[in-house]
């Protein structure tokens, strides 16, 4: 007769490969856009008439941008791989929210650059796509449990509901 924690062990994963991959691209793609929007803040900075009002909110928002996405993608990758349905939908909220900062990067800004759009409109893909990863694991995450017999716990750890 198997443990609890043998079939746990034995059971096929429910946690999704194609959002890690995504997950590890928008990783390498941070940097970059952070970079590249920094650059292009800078340089707005200096050759155009930038309201100083304007200037220094943006560059500070560039930074918790930055943040949300970092917290977004950990919180991501560990709901993925622990099969964590609430770790992915904090980090499916911080996606969300980050969605709508790349938005206002690529739109609102007080001058945009076609680089602006470019570089903003690549990490709007990007986090799309990561979105629609996220919803799709916890679904999966959610159906595999279901099938299964158990619940998942906040922990990620996935044990069998007797009825009494």
Do not use: H
């Amino acid at each position: 007769m198997q443990t609890s924690a043998q079939a746990d062990f034995m059971r096929p994963s429910a946690s999704s490969f194609p959002l890690q991959l995504c997950l590890i691209a928008s990783i390498f793609y941070a940097p970059i856009w952070v970079i590249v929007t920094l650059a292009l803040m800078i340089f707005k900075g200096v050759t155009l008439p930038y309201p100083p009002s304007a200037f220094w909110p943006e560059v500070v928002s560039i930074a918790l941008v930055w943040l949300v996405q970092y917290g977004a993608v950990t919180l991501g990758k560990r709901g993925n791989l622990t099969e964590n349905t609430s770790g992915l939908g904090v980090a499916l909220l911080l996606l969300l929210l980050a969605e709508c900062a790349f938005v206002y990067f690529m739109w609102f800004q007080v001058y945009v650059l076609m680089l602006d759009l470019a570089v903003s409109a690549t990490f709007v893909i990007i986090n799309g796509l990561n979105v629609i990863l996220t919803v799709a694991a916890v679904r999966g995450i959610g159906q595999a449990n279901a099938m299964q017999g158990g619940v998942l716990l906040a922990s990620g750890d996935s044990r069998r509901l007797k009825a009494e």
